[in-house]
């Protein structure tokens, strides 16, 4: 009974190690880093250009709202003007700085929604080539270069992804 057992576990381990699983190498990993293939496919480089001429924009309206009430401020500390009109050019100065401080905030909220828009078909897109890429090159995983610090044996597929997403352009 002992003796079938012991062959009955050689026979197991036996086909355990079998021609396939020796046949099956160690794992094809791959990385690619999404925001370098964004920044370098030219859909990228045109949604970039796009943004940093609107963020320009509001740059520009952001920088022409601080100085008027740096204007305003100056005029509050000059003005030889009664309690009662220093007090409502003060309360005019904070109303002004209040809304200010709301454009800032509504135009970085702005920008972030703009960016989302811009990239996230871009980004999909990326994807679906990097997928391509890596059912093409028998790849057992891909991961997003920012969430590894590092493996070995591992193979940066982002010139080809940026290279192959610009092809289809």
């Not at 791959?30 to 293939?37: H, L, P, T, Y």
């Not at 200010?100 to 996230?120: A, H, N, R």
């Amino acid at each position: 009974m002992q003796r079938k057992l012991i062959v009955l576990t050689t026979l197991l381990a036996i086909l355990a190690i079998s021609p396939a699983a020796l046949a099956q190498s160690t794992p094809k990993l791959g990385i690619v880093d999404f925001q370098r293939a964004l920044n370098e496919v030219s859909e990228g480089k045109k949604a970039k250009a796009n943004l940093e001429t609107r963020m320009e924009t509001i740059k520009q309206d952001v920088e022409k709202r601080r100085r008027e009430l740096e204007v305003m401020q100056e005029g509050l500390d000059d003005m030889m003007l009664s309690d009662a009109a220093k007090a409502e050019k003060q309360t005019e100065y904070q109303t002004k700085a209040y809304e200010f401080q709301s454009m800032v905030v509504t135009s970085q909220q702005e920008m972030t929604l703009l960016e989302q828009e811009l990239t996230s078909g871009i980004l999909e897109k990326l994807y679906k080539v990097a997928q391509g890429i890596a059912a093409e090159g028998g790849y057992n995983l891909i991961v997003e270069a920012t969430a590894v610090v590092y493996v070995n044996g591992t193979t940066d597929i982002t010139p080809q992804v940026i290279a192959r997403y610009n092809a289809k352009k």
